[in-house]
């Protein structure tokens, strides 16, 4: 075996081919240590040859805000063109399979409404531009239109209803605009534009709710193809006791300043439409939901801004979040967009699952931590007290508000079995507390502080293409403390100033390699005994005394492989500087090395299984 002193290379991922990109065409990342250096993605040749301390020249600069290091989320009221799936017949959420028969129609103007229609068992109360309806009838649909600067419109009623807003502009400057006290179904239909507004003090009935500028007892089921602003001075946005559809066609705008901007005690689920959250008061939620938060279509964008606060009823600290699920957290389809600037802030937080199979999400913190004597709220992109799945998508994450600004943490079971992940993060990139099991996605894991993928129970690799960039010593690439990591499949390459050690249950081999310096800008490759590329890359910054962890199919015990320099890789499939199936060329051979065990060191005086920093352990990592 050739003796491998300084392994010397380079790279700064910089350009993400169309695999690292949720949008057409080619997505880039920047340079995450602000290197000079910018070199596209797919494939490409080295723009250094392999040399000690030497310095390389930069690549072509490539332009995008697809960046993930740079990408922004702002809110996007253009419309959106999607088609509704077969509507079910049977289910009852849908206006289609309602009928109403009967209409009244409210049009306000100024300081008055006027009112026509009649029909029997439903009662009208006209004072000023207030309207208050008592209802026992079925089939009844009300059309509000016109404007008012102080009037509402306020219902009881004992059976469901239609509530068509055709360019209705009406604020209520002591409560809510619109006040459904009936716990029926509300099939609100939009058509024009429609605007909403309460007051900043409200003027409320003794025994009734009125969370919001535009408030039901019951569940708000909207649809139509109009437009929806609302503006909560008060409280929250838009509130149900009972849950809340939309559905494809609308646009809705919600602002608010003192609550969330969207409430709902039993669902929250997004099928469709165009819907922008911002707020801004302390610790507010976009989308708060007692229960479940289901994601399955349209284009949601949520900004919050708030800081954190101490909570007297759960005696702990709490923040923002743009979407806070306390059931599950499920995105089957659709786009997200999510950014949070308040200390402690996080993207989507559940208490307790979080599923993702689809769809696009972009996640983005930078609050710092918020503290309040000896509590603290940290911002994380995504987190899950309860475990974590992603089995598809698009998920681009950036936290980088300093300390505990994690990406991507469950506090149980994390598995990521399918979709590109994309990560960049102040402290771990991804954490798990029981187990962490990656197989068959494109996950890049960029931490500048801490460990780039991190579990303090198992760690399983078992497919997929996986970049791990944990930070310089003690922090790692891969971090599983002492417990068992197995690699059974997949191709990946992790970097730190440590690693933990895969353990020899593994069934495909790996090579740890010690005591590296990195520098930018050199592509590296590993080859097998014809030459084959096993694996090449550009990795993403600098270390000195750095720790490789190398694995890939075609690495096998027994047989032997080449580290070569300064390569050409053309062909093949490409996620963010990884490419496994391209064909090498030209560079030079730094050692070849045989792989005498399952898990083979290189100048690395780690143990053979159990994590870094303990008795038999992989190194220098943090334990």
């Known amino acids: 075996m050739k003796k491998l002193v300084y392994l010397v290379w380079a790279a700064v991922i910089v350009s993400l081919a169309v695999a690292c990109s949720s949008e057409s065409g080619s997505g880039v990342l920047d340079d995450p240590d602000n290197a000079s250096g910018i070199v596209p993605g797919g494939s490409g040749s080295s723009t250094s040859s392999f040399k000690s301390g030497g310095s390389s020249s930069p690549a072509t ?15 996007n009221t253009a419309s959106l063109s999607e088609t509704e799936s077969p509507i079910p017949s049977d289910d009852e959420d849908y206006v289609e399979n309602s009928e109403f028969t009967s209409v009244i129609e409210i049009v306000y103007s100024g300081s008055s409404a006027a009112v026509t229609g009649s029909v029997s068992g439903v009662d009208i109360t006209v004072s000023g531009a207030d309207v208050l309806v008592n209802s026992t009838a079925k089939k009844v649909e009300y059309k509000l239109s016109g404007t008012s600067s102080d009037g509402r419109f306020k219902l009881y009623s004992e059976k469901k209803f239609k509530l068509s807003l055709n360019s209705l502009n009406l604020t209520n400057n002591d409560g809510a605009p619109i006040n459904i006290q009936s ?12 605007t909403l507004k309460d007051g900043s003090s409200y003027n409320t009935t003794d025994g009734e709710d009125e969370k919001g500028c535009l408030f039901s007892e019951g569940e708000l089921l909207f649809s139509g193809n109009g437009t929806l602003n609302v503006t909560g001075n008060y409280k929250h946005g838009i509130v149900s006791d009972d849950y809340i559809l939309l559905r494809p066609g609308n646009i809705i705008n919600v602002t608010t300043s003192k609550g969330h901007g969207l409430k709902a005690n039993d669902a929250v689920t997004i099928a469709g439409g165009v819907l922008n959250v911002s707020v801004s008061g302390t610790a507010k939620k976009g989308i708060s939901c007692d229960s479940i938060v289901v994601v399955k279509g349209g284009r949601t964008t949520i900004l919050t801004s708030g800081g954190g606060e101490w909570d ?7 923040a923002c979040s743009g979407i806070k699920a306390d059931d599950n957290f499920i995105m089957s389809g659709g786009e997200l967009y999510i950014k949070s600037t308040g200390a402690g802030g996080k993207g989507i937080s559940s208490d307790l699952d979080i599923e993702i199979s689809g769809g696009t999400l972009k996640v983005i913190t ?8 000896n509590y603290d709220a940290k911002a994380k992109g995504i987190k899950a007290d309860g475990n974590l799945t992603i089995s598809g998508g698009v998920v681009w994450v950036r936290a980088t508000g300093g300390e505990g ?14 979709g590109n992940v994309l990560v960049y993060t102040y402290d771990d990139a991804l954490n798990a507390k029981s187990a962490l099991n990656i197989t068959g996605v494109n996950l890049y894991a960029y931490a500048t502080n ?18 791990a960039s944990g930070t310089f010593a003690p922090e790692d690439g891969f971090d599983c403390d002492q417990n068992t990591f197995n690699i059974t499949g997949g191709v990946l390459i992790g970097m730190g100033g440590g690693t933990s050690t895969p353990s020899n249950t593994s069934t495909q081999a790996s090579l740890i390699i010690g005591q590296a310096t990195i520098t930018q800008n050199t592509y590296i490759a590993i080859t097998n005994a014809s030459g084959n590329n096993l694996l090449s890359v550009k990795v993403p910054r600098s270390y ?12 096998a015990k027994g047989s032997s492989v080449t580290v070569k320099s300064g390569v050409t890789v053309k062909g093949g499939s490409d996620f963010c500087g990884l490419n496994s199936d391209g064909t090498v060329s030209d560079g030079s051979d730094v050692a070849t090395i045989s792989l005498s065990s399952m898990v083979t060191s290189h100048n690395y005086s780690g ?3 159990g994590g870094p920093g303990v008795p038999g352990g992989g190194g220098p990592g943090r334990p």
């Open 61 to 75: 600069v490539v332009a995008s805000n697809t960046t993930l290091t740079t990408f922004d989320v702002a809110l």
């Open 183 to 194: 716990g029926k179904r509300a099939f609100v239909v939009l058509s024009g534009t429609n």
């Open 544 to 555: 000195t005394n750095g720790t490789l962890l190398i694995s890939a199919p075609g690495m």
């Open 450 to 467: 801490n460990d780039a993928i991190d579990s303090n129970g198992t760690l399983t690799v078992s497919g997929g293409n996986v970049i």
């Open 312 to 318: 007297d009823e759960d005696n702990d600290v709490t």
């Open 366 to 373: 930078t609050g710092a931590q918020y503290k309040y004597g």
């Open 405 to 418: 600004s994690e990406g991507i943490e469950s506090k149980k079971i994390m598995t990521i079995s399918g």
């Open 607 to 609: 143990g053979m299984g």
